[in-house]
């Protein structure tokens, strides 16, 4: 078990408000993000998470490469959280949580409690996942039915120790999307979802609730970070790291 790992890694003891605010425009939702989010640097506000879905909509991390965005002329939206380019649309359940983290601020045991929650959510519906050493999301090991696929991605920013931007779970999204761009930078893995995997449709109002009270779960140390939840796999060639930290 991780260090700390029983441990709240939010300042605040109150409880995280949750917001759950439907479907949203991505630019109208990231300043929603910053006015959250500067209320809590500045004590004026609490621990925030918003949950939602996006229009289709393509968002470029710090890392992107040329290579990775559409060559049909899609629009991308580019922002300040780390990581590289995605997809965001109906059918993606997106999370931002908009906490204040305890010092020393440990970005990565950030990602790894994300993650925890979004693998206990996929376990809570009978799919196998993990962590692939290297890359930051949820992932499936390669198989009968495909290669190593990602099912969840996490790509945050950090400023005045608090945190921005969040995750996505693929819930019942059209997959086609990622076709268009290279996911996270990583052209050697495919992209899945919850209904693909279990072949049966499963809407973000289904998975929303699991989500929710699992991230608050992890993020207050009541899930903890488990050391067995990493994939068997080669070591990967693209490194996919998704998070960025400014003082």
């Known amino acids: 078990m991780t ?3 029983n441990l709240s890694c939010r300042t605040a003891s109150e409880p995280v408000d949750v917001r759950e605010v439907g479907t949203i425009d991505y630019l109208e939702a990231w300043e ?18 918003l949950l939602l879905e996006h229009p289709s909509v ?5 890392r992107t490469q040329p290579e990775d965005r559409p060559t049909d002329g899609t ?3 580019d922002v300040d959280r780390g990581g590289r380019i995605t997809w965001h649309g109906p059918g993606q359940l997106v999370g931002y949580p908009l906490v204040k983290l305890a010092d020393p601020v440990d970005v990565v045991q950030y990602v790894r409690r994300i993650e925890e929650a979004l693998i206990h959510v996929c376990e809570t519906f009978g799919v196998h996942t993990g962590r692939v050493d290297g890359r930051s999301g949820v992932w499936l090991p390669a198989d009968d039915r495909g290669p190593e696929r990602k099912i969840a991605a996490i790509g945050i920013r950090v400023q005045r120790g608090v945190t921005m931007h969040g995750f996505e779970l693929n819930c019942n999204a059209d997959l086609s999307a990622f076709d268009r761009i290279v996911p996270c930078g990583i052209s050697d893995a ?7 995997e279990l072949g049966r449709e ?4 289904e998975a929303l609730p699991y989500a929710r009270d699992a991230v608050l779960a992890a993020l207050d140390g009541d899930l903890p970070v488990s050391d067995d939840r990493w994939l068997a796999r080669q ?10 930290l400014q003082n």
Do not use: C, H, W
């Not at 929603?32 to 998470?49: F, I, N, S, W």
């Not at 495919?190 to 693909?196: A, D, F, R, V, Y």
């Open 190 to 196: 495919g992209t899945t979802s919850l209904s693909q």
């Open 202 to 205: 499963v809407p973000v109002s």
């Open 3 to 5: 260090a700390n790992a």
């Open 32 to 49: 929603l993000q910053r006015t959250y989010a500067d209320a809590r640097a500045d004590e004026t506000g609490p621990d925030t998470m």
């Open 58 to 62: 393509y968002t470029a991390g710090k």
């Open 75 to 77: 629009p991308v939206i």
């Open 235 to 244: 070591q990967p060639s693209a490194p996919g790291v998704t998070f960025a």
